[in-house]
């Protein structure tokens, strides 16, 4: 397994530009079924997790062409409706399948995918919706089995507004008889830029950013052509890079729209962040000021930028508190960055993080993507050598790191194994 070695401390500086966002990218790959033709996405990263939702589709017969961001799926002769345990196992998206299989032909099988690093994660929202448009829902030797003759519209109130469980459901009711509605749905960019694919397609979808969903099926669905939108986390995590290190750094090709909670977190830390058309320009304070940080769904602050914030904040003057709502056990990073030196107390779902001087580079343990970025953010401003292990979790979500970061002026190299 590959790491990373970090030289510390830098100071980042320059121009990073941002990729397309995986978590508005995977379900598009998974919406191509819905079709039945050839779908073409741009934008798209290369990521580990973009070479395993290529993979479930190809098992599903949807061959897939990728190459300089662009990504070819010809979803003419899906022949296979399972998603593996293999590949589920490895990345819980894959669950996006089962929406777009059980619309379109009635029926799919879809490993449940187990708890992950951070804590159990249940898919029965996605279940619940989908049983309360007409499938019948069997669970079978660790496998969902979904099947139905045509989905039916229904009122579906989810009892938290679940991204993927609300994407799910989109996917499954745009093919549905009738009426849709969600409430309580998912307002991420990530969900309004589904609806957005899909409508160019000939979906009916109205109220995409709100907490309310309507959908009027139809009987089927073009093909698209989509761009995919820029990684909001990934954009949030070079943010942060920059004020934990002091440095002066434009984030180009982003949507600062999408990333208000984190610039007015990173405001109140001291950074001077200018927004600009297509970006960002961030330049840390000398001292960076302690914050308190509450997670939530969008528009409040994502869980998804929770750990590089807290890497941020050991080197705040003062303490600060992090509460993670979300995902309440959400918390692996924080043994790690105490073996930089970091004060960290964790009582349940809050952290406590009193600011210390400096760091000290040392052998670290990824353990989930934004983990892993964290982890990376600490070892930028640590004295001397930090190793960190188990990066293929940072190759699922962060796009060429290593050449980015080296491009600002960090000392950082992947050691092969
Ligand atoms: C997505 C993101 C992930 C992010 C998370 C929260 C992708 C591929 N992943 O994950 O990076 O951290 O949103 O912003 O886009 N829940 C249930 N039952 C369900 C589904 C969810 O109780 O059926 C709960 C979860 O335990 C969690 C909350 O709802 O507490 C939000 O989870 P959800 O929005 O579904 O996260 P994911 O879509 O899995």
Redesign the pocket.
Known sequence: MDSFLIKGPCRLQGTVEISGAK?AM?PLMAASILTGGECVLENVPELRDTLTMKHLLEVLGVPVELGGGRMVMDASRVDHHEAPYDLVRTM??SIYVLGPLVAKFGRARVSLPGGCAWG???????LLGLKALGAEIKIDHGYIDAAADRLRGNEIILS?P????TINLIMAAVLAEGKTVIENA?R?P?VSALAAALKKSGAIIEGEGTSRLEIEGVSSIRPFRHRVIPDRVEAGTYAAAAVLTGGEVEISGCRPDHMTAVINKLTSCGAEIDMRDNGLLVRGPEVISPVDIETGFYPSF???MQAQMMAVLCRARGSSSVMEH??TERFTHVPELRRFGAQIILDGSVAVVTGVDSLQGAPVMATDIRASSALILAGLVSEGETKVLRIYHIDRGYERIEEKLRALGADIQRIKS
């Open positions: 978590n995977l819980r998206a159990p994660r249940p898919i029965n929202l996605h938290l679940s991204v993927g469980a998912a991420e990530e994502p869980t998804d979300v995902y």
